[in-house]
């Protein structure tokens, strides 16, 4: 618990800071890293989540139904996060034809907005990795534990990116990473409370593992998609999604 505690934490935390030392995130580098979480995260949930997921409950069709329901929940979400949480940068001023005090309140409502959406998203995301003894012996907890992180990362980067650029100010931009960063160990601290003091059931469990399922579905589907604008073919993205899609495989064996 403590291990996936502190790489919930520190992961986004750390990759946030980071916009001290890294000027931007628009880089070819910063894509071809978000393509590797991005193909990763997609090979660990069609190759590892959802086949766990249906070996543990016969209600195969529910558990099709929420998966589904957390594909459409993320895009939801996206309405209020503009994609920050698959690393998209989306940086304009708020101020343009408006009086400085109500620039900043709309700054700061913005901010809020942002960081509750994605806080939603990172609170299941640390739910994920409750009680995974619930999900049988076969699923391994680790490899989706890399996953999450890798994905949380560059994340936290870019909402640090967008926040600095609403707010004017990486200091007053600090608050809110340290809150994206805390939503998924929440996450994961209420979940297992829930499940032992039996507030939710295993099947209960199960459904949300399969919404948050969806989640990573909608999540790393998108990261790849965007990443090829107008279908074009990028020998190298395709060569680096490979890539992550065989050490997911790989992870399984050795994790």
Do not use: W
Not at 29 to 58: D, E
Request: net charge negative.
């Amino acid at each position: 618990m403590l291990t996936k505690l502190i790489v919930l934490f520190f992961t986004p935390l750390i990759a946030g800071l980071m916009v001290y030392l890294v000027p931007s995130a628009r880089g070819s580098n910063f894509k071809l890293l978000l393509v590797f979480a991005g193909s990763y995260l997609f090979s660990i949930t069609v190759t590892h989540i959802l086949p766990q997921l249906y070996l543990q409950n016969t209600e195969a069709e529910v558990i099709g139904l929420f998966v589904l329901a957390g594909f459409f929940l993320q895009q939801f979400l996206e309405y209020f996060t503009s994609g920050v949480e698959h690393g998209h940068i989306h940086t304009h001023d708020h101020e343009h034809g408006h009086s400085h005090h109500h620039g900043h309140v709309h700054q700061t409502v913005s901010a809020v907005v942002l960081l509750s959406a994605l806080c939603v998203h990172a609170f299941l995301e640390g739910s994920m990795l409750a009680e995974p003894i619930k999900m049988g012996f076969g699923y391994d907890v680790n490899a989706v534990l890399l996953g999450i992180a890798l994905h949380r990362a560059p994340a936290a980067f870019a909402l640090m990116t967008v926040l600095t650029s609403q707010l004017h100010s990486k200091r007053k931009s600090i608050p809110y990473l340290i809150g994206f960063s805390i939503a998924a160990p929440v996450g994961l601290l209420i979940s297992t409370y829930f499940i032992e003091t039996n507030i939710m059931s295993d099947s209960s469990l199960i459904f949300l593992y399969a919404l948050v399922s969806g989640n990573f579905l909608h999540i790393s589907t998108t990261i790849v998609f965007e990443s090829s604008p107008e279908h074009r073919f990028h020998a190298k993205k395709l060569a680096v999604a490979v890539v992550g899609a065989l050490v997911a495989v790989a992870v399984e064996y050795i994790l």
